[in-house]
């Protein structure tokens, strides 16, 4: 059993950057991670995942300005945000499951059994 950590989250202007990490408690290397959002009034919704053979999904909404990586060796997952919008404004949840497969992950929140408990984003509009 892995425990999430997040850190990273803050206020930032539309066009700006931030960074969140998320630190496991131990090796994320068989883990399948992922990270989600949820908006205010809305369901979590997935945002970016990387599987355990480093292949990466991306939401729509964040093609071209969110990365997602991962460093095996400070058990840390990131999540890159780059010309943020007001859109991006949630609280961001990292994820890890325990996957079948080396190069697939999932977008189903269902589906991942670990989480960190989150960190608020906020870009006003």
């Known amino acids: 059993q892995v425990q999430l950590v997040e850190s990273g989250g803050g206020s930032a202007q539309a066009g700006g950057s931030l960074r969140l990490s998320c630190t496991a408690s131990?090796?994320?290397?068989?883990?399948?991670m992922g990270w989600f959002r949820q908006g205010p009034g809305k369901e979590r919704e997935a945002v970016a995942c990387?599987?355990?053979?480093?292949?990466?999904r991306y939401a729509d909404s964040a093609k071209g300005r969110l990365t997602i990586s991962k460093d095996n060796g400070a058990n840390t997952l990131y999540l890159q945000m780059d010309n943020l919008k007001p859109e991006d404004t949630g609280v961001y949840f990292c994820?890890?499951?325990?996957?079948?497969?080396?190069?697939?992950?999932?977008?189903?929140?269902?589906?991942?059994?670990?989480w960190g408990q989150g960190t608020q984003v906020t870009v006003p509009g």
């Open positions: 994820a890890a499951l325990v996957p079948s497969e080396r190069f697939w992950c999932s977008y189903i929140p269902d589906e991942y059994p670990f």
């Open positions: 131990g090796s994320i290397m068989n883990y399948t």
């Open positions: 990387i599987s355990v053979g480093t292949n990466r």
